[in-house]
């Protein structure tokens, strides 16, 4: 799992950009106002989450880790992809979409090219409640806040493929069992209770 990329602006295209980490250069996805803080010969330090598909491995960078955040909370809704999520954070700065998320606010979602209004709809019903957590924390249904470790390991089991909020829930399964358990030992029985990814 990548997290961050530091080093070198390379390049830079309308939807991505390239950073020359030690040699390798890591194409790296990211929102207009992302890119258009970031100037070719500078250095730069993005936060990434990386997703893995069966054909391809993609790098989404944020300079902003509420942004992140949001990226990998709004693909929890059924029908929102990374590149819907990545549209709803060109639109809408982190704090515009936890306000309109928060207060019910629809209409402001259908502002994002790709969100109609049952879309914006599913949104606001799923996630209203959620964006009350503090960044860096998901909550499950009936369980508890999962942060700190147990977020980096149920990011990591996305990144293998499991869904966020079956991600979330083994993850905190395993808390509530041992919550002194360390990264390794929580992905080892994270991965069990989980079985082979469909």
Do not use: W
Request: glycine share 10%; with cysteine.
């Amino acid at each position: 799992m990548i997290a961050s990329v530091s080093g070198e602006i390379i390049h830079i295209a309308l939807d991505h950009a390239v950073v020359e980490c030690a040699g390798v250069g890591y194409r790296v996805l990211a929102t207009p106002p992302t890119l258009g803080t970031l100037r070719r010969g500078e250095q730069v330090r993005l936060l990434t989450t990386m997703m893995v598909r069966e054909d391809s491995m993609t790098l989404y960078g944020f300079t902003d880790p509420d942004a992140r955040d949001l990226f990998s909370l709004l693909q929890t809704v059924t029908g929102v992809g990374p590149r819907l999520a990545m549209a709803t954070l060109a639109v809408l700065e982190p704090d515009s979409l936890r306000r309109a998320l928060a207060d019910s606010d629809a209409k402001a979602l259908t502002a994002v090219p790709g969100i109609g209004k049952r879309v914006a709809e599913r949104l606001v019903v799923e996630l209203r409640d959620k964006v009350a957590a503090a960044p860096g924390e998901t909550t499950t249904p009936g369980g508890p806040a999962v942060g700190g470790v147990g977020a980096q390991v149920a990011e990591a089991l996305v990144g293998l493929g499991f869904t966020e909020s079956a991600a979330d829930k083994a993850v905190a399964a395993v808390l509530a069992e041992n919550a002194d358990a360390d990264s390794s030992t929580l992905l080892r029985a994270a991965l069990t209770s989980l079985g082979p990814r469909r």
